[in-house]
């Protein structure tokens, strides 16, 4: 019979925590939607500030109702919130999102209009996320989907025509299964023509990291009106959410949905989020899309064809692998991948390849654990081996180990000598 001693149980639970630790040291996660935060941003993770509420944003004197988060909250409005203004190129940055899918539900319900009003969104054919049609009509909206000619393209015309026949107060543009994210300028110019107060929204939860690196063009600047989403795909931020305007309109309606839909905003990721953003280099975002493409081609030339491959396979940090025309069925693939200790997702919902299980793969935490380009070669090396079981899988993962353990990640605190000594200190 199983213990339900509680420390027996405390013990258990410690010890799987600590080979959870162990085992992702040495594996290799190609999972796009994961990221491993910075060790500054982690370090802040385990700090008091994730005990506190923080709710005095303008910094009243006499607005302390909660006065224990007093030194933590500099740290959101000295270091997260600038430095993502910066990053972003936003006048206004709301951090309250617990996550991707908390900021699509602010968004939804600030920006959506009244019950019953069309909201437009991305058919998940086109990549778009398998819930925001649902959570569109759980919020009382009504959701139309825009559909294109492939997996990967948006009908900027059908767009248009959406827009001029449905007048939704938003358009909300969202891929999770993206290799070549929709191109904003033309969604916002066809948007703008139909009707010039529907808003337009992109949710680039996947690919965050490589906008504010520069290597994804910036929405605003493409002529949406916000932007936002998960900060730990792409960003090797803490799991969080943030949404992004520069119009002080939408920014207040977003504050206004925020009061009742967030009370606790988790202040300890917030600061995390703003280590992360001084930790952040913008050469990761295309060296983390130069990875991609050139894992696509290595992988290509042991004949596992990634999808894509007449357009280079990718524009963004994904890969989409039907292993079955080399006779891997997608299933038996993941198994013996995550066996050899390469993590990846199986999925059924890929666009363009429905109903047939296959590989999505990454290589955000790859890029940020050191790996380069160069390694892509014996990435796929590995893999191939993996899928095609040509060597036992603890001998392929015990190659996958020796790889992490040769390349330093690439966010080091040495690099920062100013936050160093208080590093220290925090364990005096
Ligand atoms: C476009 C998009 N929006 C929202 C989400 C949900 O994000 P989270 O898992 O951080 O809640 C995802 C996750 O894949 C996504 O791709």
Redesign the pocket.
């Known amino acids: 019979m199983r213990s339900t001693d509680p420390a027996a149980l405390a013990g258990a639970a410690a010890g799987a925590l600590v080979r959870q630790q162990h085992r992702s040291a040495r594996a290799l996660n190609m999972i796009p939607?994961e990221n491993s935060a910075s060790p500054l941003a982690r370090w802040a993770l385990a700090g008091d500030a994730g005990s506190r509420y923080f709710f005095n944003t303008s910094g009243d004197p006499d607005g302390w109702a909660f006065p224990a988060a007093r030194d933590a909250s500099e740290a959101e409005t000295r270091l997260t919130l600038p430095l993502l203004r910066h990053l972003t190129g936003a006048a206004h940055v709301n951090v309250r999102p617990l996550?991707?899918?908390?900021?699509?539900t602010l968004v939804l319900s600030a920006w959506g209009g009244a019950a019953g009003t069309p909201v437009l969104t991305v058919h998940p054919d086109q990549g778009g996320?398998y819930a925001?049609a649902s959570l569109t009509r759980r919020l009382g909206l009504t959701p139309y989907l825009a559909t294109g000619p492939d997996p990967h393209t948006l009908d900027p015309e059908l767009l248009h025509h959406l827009v001029a026949d449905r007048h939704p107060r938003l358009v909300y543009l969202?891929?999770?299964h993206v290799l070549f994210p929709a191109d904003v300028a033309t969604v916002a110019a066809a948007i703008r023509a139909a009707d010039e107060h529907t808003v337009l929204y992109a949710?680039v939860?996947?690919t965050l990291g490589l906008v504010l690196g520069g290597a994804l063009p910036n929405p605003l600047a493409a002529g949406a009106h916000g932007f936002g989403?998960?900060t730990?795909?792409t960003f090797p931020g803490p799991?969080k959410?943030m949404i992004t305007t520069d119009r002080d309109d939408l920014a207040t309606a977003l504050h206004r949905a925020q009061y009742d839909m967030v009370s606790n905003h988790h202040l300890a990721p917030t600061c995390a989020l703003g280590l992360a953003a001084a930790d952040f280099l913008a050469a990761y975002a295309a060296d983390t899309i130069a990875a991609a493409q050139a894992l696509g081609q290595a992988l290509h030339q042991r004949h596992l064809v990634p999808e894509a491959a007449e357009r280079g396979y990718t524009a963004t940090h994904q890969l989409w692998l039907n292993t079955a025309p080399a006779g891997v069925d997608g299933r038996e693939a993941h198994r013996r991948l995550t066996a050899a200790g390469i993590h990846t997702n199986v999925l059924s919902d890929l666009p363009g390849l429905a109903a047939t299980p296959a590989l999505r793969l990454g290589t955000a935490e790859a890029v940020g654990a050191g790996l380069t380009v160069q390694d892509m070669d014996q990435v796929a090396a590995l893999i191939a081996d993996a899928v095609h079981d040509r060597r036992p899988a603890d001998v392929i993962a015990g190659d996958v180990a020796d790889l992490r353990a040769a390349r330093a990640g690439r966010w080091q605190l040495h690099r920062h000598p100013d936050v160093a000594p208080h590093i220290k200190e925090s364990f005096a």
Request: hydrophobic fraction near 15%; avoid cysteine; aromatic fraction near 0%.
């Open positions: 939607s996550s991707g899918l908390h900021a699509m996320h925001t969202d891929q999770s949710d939860s996947h989403g998960s730990h795909k799991q959410g």
